[in-house]
């Protein structure tokens, strides 16, 4: 991990946080190239429907390019959330697509009429206090149990880990909104859960498809992943930096006080 993490901040050198970086824009760019030619690649090849392949591509995009305040956010938001509605109604997954359908539409038009100054995935630093951390926690398990109960009203497949991918997702939508950096790890696991549920279900239904979603779950996880990591070294060397400075400023005006002292005691 510590050598993993040493790479990410040296080919960055702490520029993640700044969006016109180029190192930055390559980084979104091979990333959504290597998705979408994997993707291209399973529809040319009759692996997956043309859906999937739209979904993949536009999902990423939504993701990475597109700022929460933009117009063109409602666009993309509706477009890819109407698809996986459809493909997750499809595969009885109940709470993922009450969430795309119900929740991220709304969402999204609600945050474009606030500004996110620094792009989407910058200035994501407020820190939470312990209070707020446990009613994140309690809200994101409510929801899943909210979502749980729903799923058995309804006959959904894979209730449990539907619901409980369903719960997180709303959490860290919510999380992100306020700008708090504990978003990354709260969005992490719901990733970590959406990719599995997935596969398991491609397992399931022995479709192949399916897999095309957690790929790109997955690149969400790479990317908030590589985020996070610069992101937070990049704030630490700043906060040191700006405490080397204080300090030094301290100390220069206590030793300023001193001879002022001295200079009165002479007199």
């Known amino acids: 991990m510590e050598i993993s993490k040493k790479f990410f901040c040296d080919y960055f050198d702490g520029q993640i946080i700044k969006e ?31 859906a999937y392949f739209v979904l993949l591509v536009l999902g990423m995009v939504w993701n990475f390019y597109v700022k929460l305040e933009s117009k063109w956010a409602i666009a993309f938001c509706v477009f890819v959330s109407a698809i996986y509605f459809v493909i997750a109604c499809n595969f009885r997954l109940y709470s993922n697509a009450v969430v795309y359908i119900g929740f991220y539409i709304p969402f999204q038009m609600f945050a474009t009429t606030k500004t996110y100054y620094g792009g989407s995935f910058v200035q994501i630093k407020k820190e939470m206090e312990e209070i707020h951390q446990a009613i994140y926690i309690i809200l994101a398990v409510l929801l899943s149990v909210i979502f749980y109960m729903f799923n058995l009203g309804v006959g959904a497949r894979f209730a449990i880990l539907d619901a409980a991918t369903a719960g997180l997702l709303v959490a860290t939508a919510l999380l992100r909104n306020e700008r708090y950096n504990d978003y990354y790890y709260f969005r992490m696991f719901a990733l970590v859960l959406s990719i599995m549920l997935w596969l398991i279900a491609a397992l399931e239904y022995k479709n192949f498809e399916l897999v095309i979603i957690a790929v790109m779950y997955f690149a969400y996880l790479i990317f908030d992943v590589v985020t996070n990591v610069v992101q937070k070294n990049t704030y630490e060397n700043e906060y040191m930096h700006l405490k080397e400075e204080y ?21």
Request: hydrophobic content about 40%.
């Open 247 to 267: 300090l030094e400023i301290e100390n220069k005006m206590k030793v300023e006080q001193k001879i002022k002292a001295y200079k009165k005691s002479k007199k």
């Open 20 to 50: 016109d970086s180029n190192k930055y824009k390559m980084f979104k760019l091979m990333l959504t190239s290597l998705v979408s030619l994997f993707g291209l690649f399973c529809w040319l090849s009759g692996f997956c429907a043309p």
